[in-house]
T-cell receptor, first 114, second 111 residues
Framework: DTEVTQTPKHLVMGMTNKKSLKCEQHMGHRAMYWYKQKAKKPPELMFVYSYEKLSINESVPSRFSPECPNSSLLNLHLHALQPEDSALYLC?????????????FGPGTRLTVT | SQQGEEDPQALSIQEGENATMNCSYKTSINNLQWYRQNSGRGLVHLIL?????REKHSGRLRVTLDTSKKSSSLLITASRAADTASYFCATDPFSNTPLVFGKGTRLSVIA
């Protein structure tokens, strides 16, 4: 199984809501990533989890809170978002946290903040 | 920060023609990867080329790497409408920072 799944596919939330994005992989990968992608732009790295520990936070605002409950799951908790946070949020995984390995991406969650 | 810069930004060709996309980068790298993204979907890994390799093939894809010029090219031969997508190069700087994606080339293949 070489699939990364993400739920939900679409999410509309108000600026006062709290919601979570979920990501799952069963490839035994030990690195997992969250990216944010705006239209016609490349993915921008947000967080990297390495062996279930947060290893990189690319200066992401605290209204985004990642969590890695176990080696297969990655969550992104959202609270008090702004309209400019509307984007495609992509989860990815790789065998180990080394950029010499390909990353497997999920289909993304399309987030709209109203 | 941007490491890779794809050229052209957009490319439109007829089905059956070849498509060439270029990627230039700024610092030394361990390897360079190419990814494809269909509209609004996740990225799919196409090919990885290491810094000591000059050319790599995978099906209709041919990737070259010129480390002296800090550039790479992706050639798609005999293009199909299904090849319509955005193509990103991603580089792995020696400092072992995470992959950094270029701005991408939007390819349209017209049937």
């Amino acid at each position: 199984d070489t699939e990364v799944t993400q739920t939900p596919k679409h999410l509309v939330m108000g600026m006062t809501n709290k919601k979570s994005l979920k990501c799952e992989q069963h490839m035994g990968h030990r690195a997992m990533y969250w990216y944010k992608q705006k239209a016609k732009k490349p993915p921008e790295l947000m967080f990297v989890y390495s062996y279930e520990k947060l290893s990189i936070n690319e200066s992401v605002p605290s209204r985004f809170s990642p969590e890695c409950p176990n080696s297969s799951l990655l969550n992104l908790h959202l609270h008090a978002l702004q309209p400019e946070d509307s984007a495609l949020y992509l989860c990815a995984s790789s065998q180990v946290p080394h950029s010499g390995y390909e990353q497997y991406f999920g289909p993304g969650t399309r987030l709209t903040v109203t | 920060s941007q490491q890779g810069e794809e050229d052209p930004q957009a490319l439109s060709i007829q089905e059956g023609e070849n498509a060439t996309m270029n990627c230039s980068y700024k610092t030394s790298i361990n390897n360079l990867q190419w990814y494809r993204q269909n509209s609004g979907r996740g990225l799919v890994h196409l090919i990885l080329i290491r810094s000591n390799e000059r050319e790599k093939h995978s099906g209709r894809l041919r990737v070259t790497l010129d480390t002296s010029k800090k550039s790479s090219s992706l050639l798609i031969t005999a293009s199909r409408a299904a090849d319509t997508a955005s193509y990103f190069c991603a580089t792995d700087p020696f400092s072992n920072t995470p992959l950094v994606f270029g701005k991408g080339t939007r390819l349209s293949v017209i049937a």
